[in-house]
Structures are given as C-alpha cells and as structure tokens.
C-alpha cells in the first residue's frame, strides 16, 4: 500500500470510529527505530507486528543495532527516530556522562528481566556456600557474599574477577554493582573525590574488574574465559544454561523487585519538532504492552516472532524459558517466574520519575556524577528526561477508545512510586529523598 492510499485508510478509519478521541496528524509518518537484540525488545516487535503502529498512521522499520553505544550515537545524529534504550542512557547522554545530548522518554518497555551469570567453575566454589533447601536445591535469592572469597582469592594473586556488564550506564552495571556491594564487595569507582582521579573503566579500589561486553557476545566470551561471569538481559543468561557454561545466580527481581529496564529514548530535539508522532508512537507501545501481558497465548506468540533472525534471532525454548513465566537456573532447575518479564503490569510501563531518581543515586554511589547535589536537582533532573504528561494524554486516548481502562494507568500521578524496601538488601528507597538513600550505603560514595 502506497503512502497517501495509507494515510487514506488511516484516517476514513479514524473518523469512522465513534470511540476515536482525535486524529493525531502525525508530522513523520515513516519511522526508523533501532533496537538491541533482547527479549525485552518486545513492545517494538509486537507494535509493529500486531499492527499497533499502523493503527497510529505509523510505517515503522526496526534495526538491529550493534551495541549500545552505536544505537544512542545513531538516536543522537538523527539516523535514528529512536530506539530501545537502556533505562540508564536517556539519563546518562542528558547530564553528560560519556556523551552529551538531551535524550528524553514516555515510556517504560518493561520491569525486571535480567539474571547475573557465573561460570560453572565460580558456581561451584559459591555453591558450598549457599543455603539448600529440603529438596537439596539452593535457596533463592543468593547473596554475593557466596561470591566473596573467591574474590578475595583472585585479588590476593593480583588477577581480580573480570565480570561483563553491557554498558556503563546500564541497568546491568547498576544491578550487578547493588549485589556486590549488598555482599561486602567494592565494584570499584569512575572517581575518587579525595584525589580528583577519574577512572573511565570505572574500576578504582575495586575488589573486582567490570567489563563491558555487548549482549549477544555475553556466552561466547564467558566460553572463551575472558569473563568469570555477567549481568546481562535474556536470551542471554538462559543460553549459558542450554550450553552448560554457567549458572545464574540471581535475577533482577530480586535485587530490586519491579525494577525498570529498558525505555524508548528519543532527543528531545526530535520530541519538540514532532509532539504528534511521540504521542502516537507512544499509544502504539502502550497497546503492545498490554497485549503482551494479557494473556500466556500471547506471551507464546511472541516468542516465536523473537525467535525470528531480524529479531532476537534465539532459539524459541531459550527465549521461552523466561518468557512464559518461568525461569532456569542449574540445568533442570526451572522454577516458575510469573514476574519475571513484565511489560504492563504494576504500571510497568509508566515513566515513573522515581525511577529516574534511583539511576542518577547510583550514578552518584559510583562515581559517574561528581559533586554534591540537592535532592531538588535530582528530582528537576529527572522530570527534565521523563515524560509521564505524554503517556498519561497517549493513555487517556486509548481509554477514550476503548483499548484501555481508568484502572490500568495511574492518571494525576506525582510521578513517585510509594518509597519501597524489595531490595536485596532491605534498604528502603524513597524518590523524594535521594541524597538520606545514598547516605544509607556503606560502599559508595557519599
């Protein structure tokens, strides 16, 4: 279909609807949005897929993107309309931490979604450490303090730990700082505020070497022993299990329940000169969100459209193993997940500012932002990155429509998640109180 018989259709359906709020005039009709080849990419897939994006007067084409940094580069040129980015990029990119633009959000791919890998060799010497239960099977969740004399071992022959996280201002960095820490373990600083060092690999006084390798990669390097383990998105950690190479020893979602991951980022420049297609793109993604988690059906529909190679391009059962509410740790031990991926539920999908708040704490802890800054700059910060106005009026479309109802959006939300303690270390983060949480840590910067 050409592009005038589309837009056409679009709008002789759009006028036709008795449940239509308003026809959005879309100013860029042709879309192309770059992705990283992860489960969580889910949302794009299913839009377009589904037809959701059409449904908003959108030709949408998907990229697979190298890695990270080419992805936000090419977001940034304008080579891209925009992208399935890391929660921690959008962020990163604003205040200047390893590039500089304005990158902003209206919404939250999903929750949860990421494990951290060991090698069968590292596994084993934690193993001996972790409580069994009756069944003889570890006790979830597993502290890294399991982890900490091998650490130390590797530290006192001068040849430390080298685990893989996927991008400075990852989630996965985030994540897998939070549970060495919470085990005793320094991850290391990008910054000393006593001497003024930076360190740009972000090792300094670490008790441990993080190393950035991009998703896909993460096995094969894990194989080949240049890493000892990783933090990273599914398929990837499920594939260590198939290949038996190593073992997950804990999941996102229990180092911090419901915990954002992914976000579609674009610039702010692009925002401004085209408010329509953001609010359409938006409602498109809104609608794949709850699609995905309507029902398992769905979730096993989906799998097979990842499983294709312009996708994720992973084996369906691998993808499967995490995708359908379940979860496999050691071979055969498969324990059932519900929230393992979640994509609509819990507001999942809601550009929630406190969640912004805890990535610019943990940017704060470790370095990356140096300086003392109030809890006001934190918070202006975010609502600067983070536009929950968007999605509540893409929100308040759909409701009008019918595809939505009041209950499944927040609406007149300050932007705060209640203050909660599911963390693994059972410290209670509050949004609105930024600098009394990083005061709490007893590594990190203060």
């Known amino acids: 279909m050409n592009r005038i018989a589309f837009n056409l259709t679009a709008l002789t359906a759009t006028f036709a609807s008795p449940l239509c709020a308003e026809l959005l005039l879309v100013e860029k009709p042709d879309l192309k949005l770059?992705?990283?080849?992860?489960?969580?990419?889910?949302?794009?897939?299913i839009a377009k897929e589904k037809g959701f994006f059409e449904d908003e007067g959108l030709l949408v084409e998907l990229e697979a993107q190298a890695?990270?940094?080419?992805l936000l580069d090419r977001v940034i040129t304008g080579e891209l309309d925009g992208a399935h980015m890391l929660a921690g990029q959008p962020i990163g990119a604003t205040i200047g931490f390893g590039t500089q633009a304005h990158v902003v959000t209206a919404y939250s791919l999903d929750y949860n979604g990421n494990a951290i890998t060991m090698s069968n060799a590292i596994w084993e010497q934690m193993k001996a450490l972790v409580p069994k239960d009756t069944d003889g099977k570890p006790v979830h969740p597993i502290s890294a303090t399991a982890l900490k004399p091998a650490v130390e071992a590797a530290k006192a022959k001068g040849a430390p730990l080298n685990i893989g996280m996927v991008f400075p201002v990852s989630t996965h960095n985030y994540e897998l700082r939070y549970w060495l820490a919470a085990g005793g373990i320094n991850p290391g600083y990008y910054f000393d505020p006593a001497t003024k060092e930076e360190n740009i690999p972000g090792v300094l006084n670490g008790d441990v070497?993080?190393?950035?390798?991009?998703?896909?990669?993460?096995?094969?390097?894990?194989?080949?022993?240049?890493?000892?383990?990783?933090?990273?998105?599914?398929?990837w950690n499920q594939q260590a299990v198939l290949k038996k190479i190593g073992v997950p020893v804990t999941t996102n979602y229990d180092i911090w329940k419901?915990?954002?991951?992914?976000?579609?980022?674009?610039?702010?420049?692009?925002?401004?000169?085209?408010?329509?297609?953001?609010?359409?793109m938006t409602k498109a993604l809104i609608r794949a969100g709850k699609w995905l988690d309507a029902s398992m059906d769905n979730r096993r529909e989906a799998v097979k459209l990842l499983a294709l190679p312009n996708y994720v391009g992973a084996d369906e059962a691998v993808i499967a193993n995490s995708m359908t509410g379940t979860f496999e740790f050691e071979p055969g031990d498969k324990r059932e997940m519900p929230d393992f991926n979640v994509f609509f539920r819990h507001y999942a999908s809601y550009p929630w500012y406190s969640d912004c708040v805890w990535f610019?704490?943990?940017?704060a802890r470790w370095g990356q932002i140096t300086g003392q800054?109030?809890?006001?700059?934190?918070?202006?910060?975010?609502?600067?990155?983070?536009?929950p106005e968007v999605y509540e009026k893409a929100a308040r479309m759909l409701v009008e429509e019918g595809h939505l109802t009041e209950s499944e959006v927040p609406f007149g939300s300050d932007g705060f998640r209640p203050p909660s303690s599911e963390f693994i270390d059972g410290k209670t983060y509050d949004g609105r109180q930024p600098n009394a949480y990083?005061?709490?840590?007893?590594?990190?910067?203060?």
Not at 360 to 363: A, F, G
């Open 438 to 446: 990083l005061q709490s840590f007893e590594i990190g910067l203060k």
């Open 34 to 45: 770059g992705f990283i080849k992860l489960t969580d990419c889910a949302p794009l897939v």
């Open 373 to 387: 800054k109030t809890d006001e700059w934190f918070i202006e910060t975010a609502k600067s990155i983070y536009h």
């Open 209 to 235: 070497i993080l190393s950035v390798t991009p998703p896909p990669q993460m096995p094969s390097t894990l194989e080949a022993g240049t890493i000892v383990g990783y933090c990273v998105g599914e398929p």
């Open 67 to 70: 890695n990270w940094k080419v």
């Open 360 to 363: 610019l704490t943990q940017m």
């Open 258 to 280: 419901n915990n954002p991951e992914k976000v579609l980022g674009v610039t702010k420049t692009w925002a401004d000169a085209n408010p329509q297609t953001w609010l359409a």
